[in-house]
């Protein structure tokens, strides 16, 4: 069975400070990780997929299969990253497994 | 493009009685997923349908089914509700080769009392 654990319920950081929320998973097959974000009072939209190892919005994570982790970065904070982020495994083709979710706070 | 839709917004039902949650999928996706989200958790698969077939399913009792249909739309139903069945439920649609990359709706919120 696949699971993903996010640690931190809560990451409060200032505008400008580096921000990393962490991402553990446990899968045995090989996985594929998304993070996916909510904005207040928006829909739940994906935000970045690991096959494709992009950067949005000064976003990036790294697939570590050592360790099972994806982490999301992001090396300055700004107001409008101010969100809930959920950390997802895609499994058996169909499947997306969701973190317990971390909201983020950027204060001014 | 028209996004995804989903209705009713919000609804109350009692303990025992049945509901029946409504999904439109966003134009040119053919695969419907649908999740529950509870207080304070992310969201937790429940089935996906894929060609008005049931394409893989999550650790729901049997009382929670689905139907897709021709244009892509979908149902939830759930039976014999239960407290603990009061959540967001949230439907999203794909593409069935990009079935990870899902567009979500901005959900259905039931209270069982």
């Known amino acids: 069975a696949q699971r993903v654990t996010q640690p931190e319920k809560l990451l409060s950081v200032f505008k400008g400070a580096p921000v990393e929320l962490k991402c553990n998973y446990s899968y045995s097959g090989s996985p594929e990780l998304f993070w996916y974000v909510q904005y207040s009072r928006q829909r739940l939209q994906l935000l970045l997929r690991h096959i494709s190892r992009e950067s949005i919005k000064g976003f990036t994570a790294d697939l570590n299969k050592g360790e099972t982790s994806f982490h999301l970065k992001k090396p300055f904070a700004q107001e409008e990253d101010s969100a809930m982020y959920y950390c997802?495994?895609?499994?058996?083709?169909?499947?997306?497994?969701f973190g317990g979710g971390t909201r983020v706070l950027v204060k001014p | 493009e028209t996004g995804v839709t989903q209705s009713p917004t919000h609804l109350i039902k009692t303990r025992g009685q049945q509901v029946t949650l409504r999904c439109s999928s966003q134009s040119g996706h053919n695969t419907v997923s649908w999740y529950q989200q509870a207080l304070g958790q992310g969201p937790q698969f429940i089935f996906q349908?894929?060609?008005?077939?049931?394409?893989g399913r999550g650790n729901f009792p049997p009382r929670f089914s689905g139907l897709q249909f021709p244009n892509y739309s979908s149902e939830l139903n759930v039976n014999a509700l239960e407290l603990d069945d009061s959540a967001l439920y949230l439907c999203?649609?794909?593409?069935?080769?990009?079935?990870?990359?899902?567009?979500f709706g901005p959900g259905t919120r039931l209270t069982v009392t």
């Open positions: 999203a649609s794909s593409t069935q080769g990009s079935s990870y990359e899902q567009y």
């Open positions: 349908y894929y060609r008005e077939e049931e394409n």
């Open positions: 997802a495994l895609g499994a058996a083709g169909n499947k997306l497994t």
